[in-house]
C-alpha cells in the first residue's frame, strides 16, 4: 500500500530467482532502491544498485558487510 505517494511504486521481487537483478532495476526506471530485507539478503541488492547506478537505502542497522 503506498498511500497518497503516486511517485511510489512498491515492487515485490524474489532476488534469489532473478539472477540479472541489476538489468531488472536498470529497467523499472527506479530513481532509488529502499531494501527492507534482512541484513544477511540485502548484500545482492547493493550489489546491483551499484551496478545499475541506482542509489540504495538499507532499512537495517549498521553490518561488516556494508563497510
Not at 537483478?21 to 546491483?48: D, E, N, Y
Not at 538499507?58 to 556494508?66: A, D, E, G, I, L
Request: proline share 9%; net charge positive.
Amino acid at each position: 500500500k503506498r498511500g497518497s505517494y503516486p511517485k511510489v511504486r512498491l515492487q515485490q521481487l524474489n532476488i534469489a530467482d532473478n539472477p540479472d537483478l541489476a538489468g531488472f532495476m536498470k529497467q523499472s526506471g527506479a530513481a532509488i532502491a529502499v531494501c527492507m530485507l534482512p541484513t544477511f539478503l540485502a548484500h545482492p541488492v547493493a550489489k546491483a544498485c551499484i551496478t545499475a547506478g541506482i542509489p540504495f537505502v538499507n532499512t537495517s542497522y549498521n553490518h561488516p558487510t556494508f563497510t
